[in-house]
Nanobody
Framework: QGQVVESGGGLVQPGGSLRLSCATSGIIFARNIMRWYRQAPGKQRELVASITPGDSSTYSDSVKGRFTISQDKTKSTVYLRMNALKPEDTAIYYC????????????WGQGTQVTVFS
């Protein structure tokens, strides 16, 4: 029913920047906490950033000060601006629409690959 589709991943040198997009449809966007996760091969999935319907945002310590999460409610789209990228940022980045605090379904995107080479 609901759809979550990431885009914007790619190959970038250390210190570079990238902006990821997460377009949603078929969901009540204002009743979801939007989250970005990432997972590197052989490692656990890590929560990177979250933003609430009231635009309150949180970040993991590893990306705080470098990444910025934002959303466009008219387009039902969430973004992740990534600056000063490091090789350890290399991972598949997933978008998650968490509706459980509002008794709504939860949806995951297919992921987009971000590779930072040195």
């Amino acid at each position: 029913q609901g759809q979550v589709v990431e885009s914007g991943g790619g190959l970038v040198q250390p210190g570079g920047s990238l902006r990821l997009s997460c377009a949603t449809s078929g969901i009540i966007f204002a009743r979801n906490i939007m989250r970005w996760y990432r997972q590197a091969p052989g490692k656990q999935r890590e929560l990177v950033a979250s933003i609430t319907p009231g635009d309150s945002s949180t970040y993991s310590d590893s990306v705080k000060g470098r990444f910025t999460i934002s959303q466009d409610k008219t387009k039902s789209t969430v973004y992740l601006r990534m600056n000063a990228l490091k090789p350890e940022d290399t991972a598949i980045y997933y978008c998650n629409a968490d509706g459980t605090p509002f008794s709504q379904p939860t949806y995951w995107g297919q992921g987009t690959q971000v590779t930072v080479f040195s």
